[in-house]
């Protein structure tokens, strides 16, 4: 069975600064997608970014970029520039490329705080 | 305004009482999924459907019911069997049962008296 797991129970940064949130995963499949989710204090889940597996090219958007590292298993967010809207948890998330699996499997969380 | 709702935003129940949260979407996704979320943990699928009629278990479906009549609605119904049901549901849709991105609702705080 596939597990995320993130090392990071809690992470801070200063506003306007780059921090990076760490993501393992665990899987014998060779095609598959990865998520990274923020939840902000409403608690409504809303998709960061999204990668491909078969994609070498590390996804971007806007101030949120990755690095995936499919060998070792890693998929890192970078939060550039930082807001203060950017507070939140962050979840990683699995999810298989084959049919009849319909799950997310997400880590635990990193809960990040911007300081001002 | 496209998106997914959920209702109640908070929901208490009794000792052996059955509750039913709403879920409902107007993006005319396929399939839709239940999450629960425990404090500290990540999120974990109760039961999903991929089309009208028919739905499947997910990874801790026991003391949880769904129906799924309509393409738009899929609500959850926890039941007196679901012996620790305090925890924050979530509703999620994609475009259909596969790889798409699955989009999530603001969720029901459901709490025991």
């Known amino acids: 069975a596939q597990t995320v797991t993130q090392s990071q129970p809690e992470m801070s940064v200063q506003e306007a600064e780059t921090v990076t949130l760490s993501c393992t995963y665990d899987?014998?499949?060779?095609?598959?997608?990865l998520f990274w989710y923020k939840q902000p204090p409403s608690r409504q889940m809303i998709l960061v970014i999204r990668?491909?597996?078969?994609?070498?090219q590390n996804a971007t958007e806007n101030r949120f970029s990755v690095n995936f590292q499919k060998a070792a298993k890693s998929f890192s967010l970078k939060i550039s520039d930082s807001q203060l809207g950017d507070a939140a948890m962050y979840f990683c998330?699995?999810?298989?490329?084959?049919?009849?699996?319909?799950?997310?499997?997400f880590g635990k969380g990193t809960k990040l705080t911007v300081n001002p | 305004d496209g998106g997914i709702t959920q209702s109640p935003k908070y929901l208490f129940r009794k000792e052996g009482q059955n509750v039913t949260l709403s879920c409902e979407q107007n993006l005319n996704h396929d399939a839709m999924y239940w999450y629960r979320q425990d404090p500290g943990q990540g999120l974990r699928l109760i039961y999903y459907s991929q089309i009208v009629n028919d739905f499947q278990k997910g990874d801790i479906a026991e003391g949880y019911s769904v129906s799924r009549e309509k393409k738009e609605s899929f609500p959850l119904t926890v039941t007196s069997a679901q012996k620790n049901p305090t925890a924050f549901y979530l509703c999620?849709?994609?475009?259909?049962?596969?790889?798409?991105?699955?989009?999530f609702g603001p969720g029901t705080r459901l709490l025991v008296l």
């Open positions: 998330a699995y999810r298989t490329s084959q049919g009849g699996s319909e799950k997310l499997v």
């Open positions: 999620a849709s994609s475009i259909r049962g596969g790889a798409e991105t699955q989009y």
């Open positions: 899987t014998s499949e060779s095609d598959y997608y």
């Open positions: 990668q491909e597996a078969y994609k070498q």
